[in-house]
């Protein structure tokens, strides 16, 4: 199915923002003291779709929550009552722009997890629910390496409109898939064009999205070659490398936090006299306590073997079970990281250095 694709200049695009904010729920990047995270929007004034990928938070909390509330209960003489929290897991239709390529992706490794061995249909109700309108970066970050990963950036199916900035103050909106067809139609482009707002455009929009792709894919410092670093770590286990790689972690999980293909969570009770909530909380595989079992065993006690299976699940173990990686290379670990430890460094120090 081909997709209509339009351009529009920053001020066509600033109006079809007003309009997706008067008639959606709409999420955008919001800066607070000089970093960006995703909140809801009424107004392009609040926010910046175009925000620079190392000061974001990644979309993943717009699905998979960091910490919510999935049950409350009170315990009575009687026994316990259960109830329902007073948060909406399901979220209604809602659009969210300026989404990173690297986070549509990550969509997309998600999904595989949540349709899994057990449903999450909070999840799928949230992805059904949502249109991902995505602005391309125009420039690589320091830690950026979606390009080396197995995935199209240029051609990604992962979000429903794509936002592309041209030359000479063009702006290109192309629809990516048939919910964003879908989207656009809604939101009356067609119209739009007549009052000159917009345009349709097709030859020239592609030569110049074409353009723009290979001035961004041009940007980036680092580069790899994944399928090298999949099958040099698929044969090693026990390196010394790994103790070498993660000799400054902290422990403190920030990584998988940010991180928005990682999906661990915990389970946790906070319970006041006779009352008490349960909620489902962000984990990590770096967490010291991660696999501690009830009897006391802790089968990850060193930081090495923690860091081991955070770099084998991502680059081995997921590919084998899903066939692509776990990683989409946005860099948000390393930017976040507070003793500078590289994922793109570690695996490919490790793949290396085990030769
Ligand atoms: S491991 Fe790091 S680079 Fe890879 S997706 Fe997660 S945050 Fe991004
Ligand atoms: S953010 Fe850095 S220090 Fe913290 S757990 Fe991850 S690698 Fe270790």
């Known amino acids: 199915m081909s997709f209509s694709t339009f351009v529009t ?53 717009l699905f998979f929550p960091r910490s919510a509330k999935v049950m409350k209960y009170v315990a009575t003489s009687a026994g316990t009552d259960v109830g329902e929290t007073d948060e909406d897991p399901l979220a209604g239709k809602r659009v969210i ?20 061995d057990y449903i999450d249909t909070d999840y799928q109700k949230r992805r059904m629910n949502t249109v991902l309108v995505s602005t391309r970066c125009d420039k690589a970050d320091t830690h950026c390496f979606c390009t080396s990963l197995d995935y199209d950036v240029e051609n990604l199916d992962a979000l429903d409109v794509l936002v592309v900035n041209g030359e000479a103050g063009k702006v290109f909106l192309k629809a990516r898939t048939e919910k964003g067809e879908a989207f656009l139609k809604e939101m ?7 009052n000159g707002e917009f345009r349709s455009a097709a030859d020239e929009a592609e030569t110049e999205m074409k353009k723009q792709y290979e001035s961004f894919a041009g940007s980036f410092r ?29 422990s403190c999980n920030t990584c998988a936090f940010v991180c928005p293909s990682c999906h661990c969570f915990k389970i946790s009770d906070e319970k006041i006299r006779d009352t008490g909530v349960r909620y489902k909380s962000y984990d990590s595989c ?17 930081k090495y073997r923690r860091w081991r299976q955070r770099a084998m699940h991502k680059f081995v173990y997921y590919k084998e079970r899903f066939g692509e990686n776990l990683c989409v290379g946005c860099g948000k670990c390393t930017i976040s990281c507070p003793v500078n430890i590289s994922i793109f460094e570690v695996v490919n120090q490790v793949s290396i250095g085990a030769e």
């Open 222 to 250: 680092l580069k790899m070659d994944y399928k090298e670093v999949n099958a040099r770590l698929s044969k090693i286990f026990d390196t010394p490398e790994f103790e070498n790689v993660s000799g400054n972690c902290v």
């Open 9 to 61: 200049d920053t001020a066509g695009l600033q109006k079809f923002y007003e309009a997706i904010m008067a008639s959606h729920d709409t999420y955008a990047p919001v800066e607070k003291f000089g970093k960006f995270d995703f909140k809801k929007v009424t107004s392009p004034a609040e926010c910046d779709p175009a925000s620079p990928i190392a000061k974001t938070q990644s979309i993943k909390p």
């Open 188 to 194: 009356n482009i067609e119209q739009r064009t007549t």
């Open 286 to 302: 770096n967490n010291g306590y991660f696999t501690l079992m009830a009897g006391g065993h802790n089968p990850r006690p060193a």
């Open 97 to 116: 722009l300026g989404v990173k390529h690297c986070d549509a992706r990550s969509l997309q490794v998600l999904d595989k997890v949540y349709n899994w």
